[in-house]
């Protein structure tokens, strides 16, 4: 089973813990550097993945800030670990996400990727997402309604 968990006292050595193989460490921000910006931005939601109660992932999501839209969210870090990909726990995690971030009154559902990053942008798509823009950083911007 799997289930997105609040990043805690009780979690945060184990989502610290997490590996992604070395060809995609340069496509995310590591996690400790995640659960320090939920610890000091407010509108920052940071969660463990559990997969049969045993951390294997880690995510953060918040909603539009400048200017406030609480209908927008935004994935900003999604990683699961190299041990557990390729088996179905990130489709299954966005599933999750999308019921949450409906939950807070989100309609719409952002996320980003480097161009690089082919493995992600497939995932994304494959999931659903669409391409809409590019970033100032040049990352590929996505976008997916989740409106009910």
Same mark, same amino acid.
């Given at each position: 089973m799997?289930?997105? #968990?609040?990043?805690?006292k009780?979690n945060?050595?184990?989502?610290? #813990? ?6 995609? *460490?340069?496509n995310? !921000?590591?996690?400790g550097?995640?659960i !320090?910006? $939920? ?8 969660? !463990? ?5 045993k951390?294997? $992932?880690?995510l953060?999501?918040?909603h ?5 839209d609480? *209908?927008?969210?935004?994935?900003f ?10 088996q179905?726990?990130?489709?299954t ?5 999308a *019921? ?9 559902? #952002? ?5 690089s ?6 995932a994304y798509?494959?999931?659903?997402? #669409? *391409? ?6 040049g ?7 989740i !409106?009910e």
């Amino acid at each position: 089973m799997i289930e997105l #968990r609040e990043v805690d006292k009780n979690n945060y050595l184990d989502c610290l #813990r997490l590996r992604l193989w070395p060809d995609q *460490e340069h496509n995310l !921000a590591p996690n400790g550097d995640t659960i !320090a910006q $939920g610890c000091f931005e407010p509108h920052h939601r940071v969660r !463990a993945i559990y997969r049969d109660n045993k951390v294997v $992932g880690l995510l953060s999501f918040c909603h539009e800030d400048e200017p406030e839209d609480l *209908e927008l969210y935004w994935l900003f870090r999604f990683m699961v670990d190299k041990s557990c990909q390729g088996q179905g726990v990130g489709s299954t995690v966005l599933e999750l996400l999308a *019921e949450e971030v409906r939950s807070l009154g989100g309609k719409r559902l #952002r996320t980003m990727h480097k161009p690089s990053n082919t493995v992600a942008g497939k995932a994304y798509r494959n999931f659903g997402f #669409r *391409e809409i823009g590019e970033l100032d950083d040049g990352d590929t911007l996505l976008e997916m309604d989740i !409106a009910e």
